[in-house]
Nanobody
Framework: QVQLVESGGDLVQPGGSLRLSCVAS????????MGWYRRTPGGQRELVAI???????KYEDSVKGRFTVSRDNAKNTVYLQMNSLRPEDTALYSC???????????????WGQGTQVTVSA
């Protein structure tokens, strides 16, 4: 069994910063990629940022230059540093991991429960 647990969500004013963290635990052989998705108040789920095991990153266009995704492979942890937050960044942010429980088997997708980020004056 694999679990992803997020932390760091909060209420913040526009222009503020937050750092989200997500730890993967359980029976893990390797993690191919980790990242963050968000579900907006309108119900859409979108990729925010993702990082591979070798450090390659991809960002949603609206967060480029404001958000930074990073990971600590030794701790099975991914982070999302969010700066210059805007009201439209308000969403439930969920951690994602593409994880192998055993070597030489396909990776499977795992999700955390989510952490709420609210940007409001």
């Amino acid at each position: 069994q694999v679990q992803l647990v997020e932390s760091g969500g909060d209420l913040v004013q526009p222009g503020g910063s937050l750092r989200l963290s997500c730890v993967a635990s359980g029976k893990i052989s390797s993690i191919a990629a980790m990242g963050w998705y968000r579900r907006t108040p309108g119900g859409q789920r979108e990729l925010v940022a993702i990082i591979t095991s070798t450090g390659l990153t991809k960002y949603e266009d609206s967060v480029k230059g404001r958000f930074t995704v990073s990971r600590d492979n030794a701790k099975n942890t991914v982070y999302l540093q969010m700066n210059s937050l805007r009201p439209e960044d308000t969403a439930l942010y969920s951690c994602y991991g593409s994880i192998r429980m055993r070597a030489f088997t396909p990776a499977a997708d795992y999700w955390g429960q989510g952490t709420q980020v609210t940007v409001s004056a």
